[in-house]
């Protein structure tokens, strides 16, 4: 069994900044990846920033600049400092990770969080 969980949300105004945290636990023999994404009112879950495990990081035009994801390895966690926000970034944010549950298995599991608020407003 492997565990997602976000934390960090909440309201800011435009211009301010937030970090989010996601930490992973349990069965866990490696990551292939660990991301963010978001899902705005009336709109598709979209990939907000992804990091490697060779440490590749990757962001969408939107937010580019402005977002920064890193990871502390020994805590299984992972990172997305926002900075500059617009009221256009608000949305439920989830971690998303790829993770390969142990040595004996080569199936990638694909794990989700329980999603955190960022609400972007005057």
């Known amino acids: 069994q492997v565990q997602v969980v976000e934390s960090g949300g909440g309201l800011v105004q435009p211009g301010e900044s937030l970090r989010l945290s996601c930490a992973a636990s349990?069965?866990?023999?490696?990551?292939?990846?660990m991301g963010w994404y978001r899902q705005g009112p009336g709109k598709q879950r979209e990939l907000v920033a992804v990091?490697?495990?060779?440490?590749?990081?990757n962001y969408p035009d939107s937010v580019k600049g402005r977002f920064t994801i890193s990871r502390d390895n020994a805590k299984n966690t992972v990172y997305l400092q926002m900075n500059s926000l617009k009221p256009e970034d608000t949305a439920v944010y989830y971690c998303?990770?790829?993770?390969?549950?142990?040595?004996?298995?080569?199936?990638?599991?694909?794990?989700w969080g329980q999603g955190t608020q960022v609400t972007v407003s005057s």
């Open positions: 349990g069965s866990i023999f490696s990551f292939l990846s």
């Open positions: 990091i490697m495990n060779g440490g590749t990081t």
């Open positions: 998303n990770a790829k993770i390969r549950p142990s040595l004996t298995t080569k199936v990638i599991g694909d794990y």
